[in-house]
């Protein structure tokens, strides 16, 4: 079953522009994490928050959790067309292993 | 440092037909999952293998299985294949069983069954 709900389902915006995508979640976590996915190849690895934080940062990457809404967002900062992917979150889930949403498909107009 | 690595790249099968996939993990793992990924959706977790036995396990039937042996790279076994088992399978690594660090993701195995 799924755990986390990304939105938009798909997003595009102009090259420079931020891009803000969101997930929910519905059960209790201990970590949130986001994933990046070109092509429909392999997943990579953006950023992973734990519960106790509320923020945090990677190069051009923002990531925000509030586990009192069951959510998260990522921002992208002053985008490029090698942006253009799939973005997913996921959360561990004991026994269901780590579990991803649907995914927001990101595309970066030139 | 070799990342994760997955073989084939691509597969066809025929329904009815046994496959076998095969990830190897990134140096110094010790922890392998299988997802599969539909076309258009997020992956959906088979199982994990931990110490050379399966820990645990997503809502797959048992014609999926798997293995993982001694020097940690594991094989997904998938038999009398259907349609729908179509997708594309990931395999992931990490250094914890529990999933609380960030997983390392193959390129994938895209299978193909007519």
């Known amino acids: 079953s799924q755990q986390g709900e990304e939105d938009p389902q798909a997003l595009s915006i102009q090259e420079g522009e931020n891009a803000t995508m969101n997930c929910s979640y519905k059960?209790?976590?201990?970590?949130l994490q986001w994933y990046r996915q070109n092509s429909g190849r392999g997943l990579v690895h953006l950023i992973l928050i734990r519960s106790n934080e509320r923020e945090k940062h990677s190069g051009r990457l923002r990531v925000t959790l509030d586990t009192s809404k069951k959510s998260s967002s990522l921002l992208i900062t002053a985008s490029r067309a090698a942006d253009t992917a799939s973005y997913f979150c996921a959360t561990p889930r004991g026994a269901d292993g780590l579990t991803f949403g649907k995914g927001t498909h990101l595309i970066i107009q030139p | 440092d070799a990342g994760v690595t997955q073989s084939p790249t691509h597969l066809i099968k025929t329904r009815g037909q046994q496959v076998t996939l095969r990830c190897s993990p990134k140096s110094g793992h010790d922890t392998v999952s299988w997802y599969q990924q539909a076309l258009g959706q997020g992956p959906q977790f088979i199982f994990q293998y931990y110490e050379e036995e399966e820990r645990q396990r997503g809502n797959f039937p048992d014609r999926f299985s798997g293995h993982q042996f001694p020097n940690y790279s594991s094989e997904l076994n998938v038999n009398a294949l259907l349609l729908g088992d179509s997708a594309l399978y990931l395999c992931a690594s990490s250094s914890d069983f529990r999933l609380d660090n960030e997983q390392f993701f193959g390129p994938g195995t895209r299978l193909t069954v007519l």
């Open positions: 059960t209790s976590i201990n970590n």
